[in-house]
């Protein structure tokens, strides 16, 4: 189908679109299904977006760090603790590497025993912040290394427990994907079913406009026509009120982890207007489809 | 102009034309008759291309009507004027629209004058109906209606089936007077109608040649009419 011929069909021609009946349960059925499809899409655009900020941010957050854990006796916390940052400052790829204050472990605890832990009482490991540098740490070498030298150090370079964190939010993200690509299928689905009943009901008007010497594009674009801009008006009412849905979940906060980053940022919010031109396509195709199909059948 | 050699055409089991020829030359006018049920709406459909020989060659306008694809039967159904028995109008279109249903499909509807169609239906004597939309209408202005929309493209071929069926003596006689008036512009005109009072009351007015469907056969009709 060549440009031209999209753009003929797609002109609006109120003379030719009249021949077409303006009623019919086909009418509410598109412009619902179309909104409904529409708001439901701004939601999974929502969730894919949001997934998708979150692996990154998980993956870049936590990929160019690891953390050192020392577990000795107490009496030899110390001299562990600093033959582990001389080996960490030999290491080729380690930037940097600060053992925690004994407050910025108490920080570290207090959600789980409360802001009051007496640190000093308990055989709390003495933790070591690690910062990747170039080349990039080999976890494999420095276990090596920090087994021969520091015997308690224990190295979490944290690929244990953000893999799988990372997997799981890219699924997500594939997830939202995979629901706008079946909620186009089934708009199209419902729009050709529908197409096809406004097909079936008006076979005495295609008939009368065959016999005074109508071409099957000329039939094909007034049922095309009236289905694309029903599409596109339902699509951008049911896009009006995902939005408003989107905008009235709560503000995306630290405490609020992902739940509350449900939304769009930036660029984001203009990806939703593209929801009623993707449902005008769709219902472009799946009406010029089936109307080819009835009419080839009521030939 | 159109052309029937050897024309035969089954539905089902039955046959219902069997090897009918058939030739309507430019300008002519013919009667087609014959008793309900003898196959002369199904030979009017074969002329227009709604339906298709089962055997034998049609051709109109030098084109074999079986070897055209949809877009090419559009065109000739352009050239072939068509009235039928029940009319078959857009219930939700005025008469207006209607009547200007063709030019609007042959891409000619921008550049019709209102003019040009109200002279038209005034011819027909609509004038003042416009604006009424078809199940408003009598049954003779139904008839009328679908004359003019017949003939707004100023087809080459005018085919009518039971154009009186569902008038009165006095319309049916108006409507055959302007079919008679349509072949006296030029056009071709074939009358399907088992109404033998109406071909009689032709006679005066036009040359007309009488075609009688018997036995699925076509025959020229004696004098016995």
Same mark, same amino acid.
């Given at each position: ?22 009623? =019919? ?35 870049? /957050?936590?990929? $160019?760090?690891? +953390? ?35 407050? /910025? ?70 997830? *939202? ?35 005074? !010497? ?13 289905? +694309?801009?029903?599409?596109?008006? $339902?699509?951008?009412? !049911? ?5 408003? =849905? ?16 449900? *939304?769009?940022?930036? =660029? !984001? ?19 010029? +489809? ?10 | 102009?159109? %052309? ?5 055409? @089954?539905?089902?089991?039955? %046959? ?6 058939? &030739? ?88 019709? #004058? ?28 139904? #008839? ?36 008679? %008036? ?5 056009? @071709? ?12 009351? @032709?006679?005066? &007015? ?10 699925? #056969? ?8």
């Amino acid at each position: 189908m060549s440009k031209g011929t999209i753009r003929n069909m797609l002109t609006r021609d109120k003379r030719a679109d009249r021949v077409v009946p303006p009623s =019919g349960y086909t009418a509410q059925l598109t412009l619902f299904v179309s909104g409904a499809m529409a708001f439901l899409a701004v939601f999974a655009l929502a969730l894919s977006l949001a997934s998708g900020r979150l692996a990154d941010r998980w993956a870049s /957050e936590l990929a $160019g760090a690891a +953390t050192l854990r020392i577990n000795a006796p107490a009496e030899q916390l110390a001299a562990q603790t600093e033959a582990a940052l001389t080996v960490l400052a030999q290491t080729p790829g380690v930037a940097s590497a600060r053992a925690l204050s004994a407050e /910025e472990q108490v920080a570290l605890l207090s959600p789980w025993f409360g802001p009051d832990l007496p640190l000093d009482t308990l055989p709390v490991p003495q933790l070591i912040e690690i910062v990747e540098g170039a080349p990039g740490l080999d976890a494999t070498g420095l276990r090596l290394r920090l087994g021969a030298e520091v015997p308690g150090a224990v190295l979490d370079d944290h690929s244990r427990w953000r893999e799988p964190l990372v997997d799981a939010a890219t699924s997500l993200r594939r997830l *939202g994907w995979v629901s706008i690509l079946l909620i186009g299928g089934a708009t199209a689905a419902m729009i050709t079913l529908a197409a096809n009943a406004s097909l079936a009901a008006n076979a005495q008007i295609i008939e009368v406009l065959r016999l005074v !010497g109508a071409r099957d594009r000329f039939i094909a674009s007034a049922f095309v026509r009236r289905f +694309t801009y029903r599409a596109f008006f $339902g699509a951008l009412v !049911g896009v009006l009120f995902g939005m408003t =849905g989107v905008l009235l979940l709560p503000e995306a906060s630290e405490e609020g982890g992902f739940l509350t980053g449900l *939304g769009f940022q930036g =660029g !984001g919010w203009l990806l939703p207007a593209l929801i009623p031109l993707l449902g005008a396509a769709v219902a472009f195709l799946a009406t010029w +489809t089936a109307a080819a199909r009835k009419l080839k059948e009521l030939s | 102009m159109i %052309e029937l050699e050897n024309v035969s055409y @089954t539905y089902g089991d039955g %046959e219902l034309l069997s090897d009918v020829s058939l &030739q309507l030359q430019p300008g002519s006018f013919h009667f087609l008759t014959g008793p309900s049920g003898a196959g002369k709406t199904t030979l009017l459909k074969l002329c227009y291309g709604a339906l298709l020989p089962t055997s034998g060659r049609l051709n109109a306008f030098e084109q074999d009507i079986a070897r055209l694809d949809r877009d090419q039967m559009a065109l000739l159904r352009r050239r072939i004027g068509v009235v039928h028995q029940d009319c078959r109008f857009l219930d939700h279109m005025t008469l207006a629209e209607n009547v200007s249903l063709p030019l609007m499909v042959s891409g000619k509807g921008e550049n019709a #004058q209102k003019e040009d169609l109200l002279e038209l239906l005034n011819w027909v004597g609509l004038g003042t109906r416009l604006d009424a939309l078809p199940p408003e209408l009598s049954g003779g202005e139904r #008839q009328r209606a679908a004359l003019a929309r017949a003939v707004i493209l100023s087809p080459d071929v005018v085919l009518a089936d039971e154009p009186t069926g569902n008038v009165d003596w006095e319309m049916s006689q108006r409507l055959l007077r302007l079919l008679v %008036e349509l072949n006296k512009m030029g056009k @071709t005109v074939l009358i399907a109608t088992h109404d033998l009072s109406l071909i009689r009351a @032709t006679k005066s &007015q036009v040359q007309a040649r009488v075609l009688r469907i018997s036995q699925r #056969q076509i025959q020229l009709a004696g004098a016995d009419l």
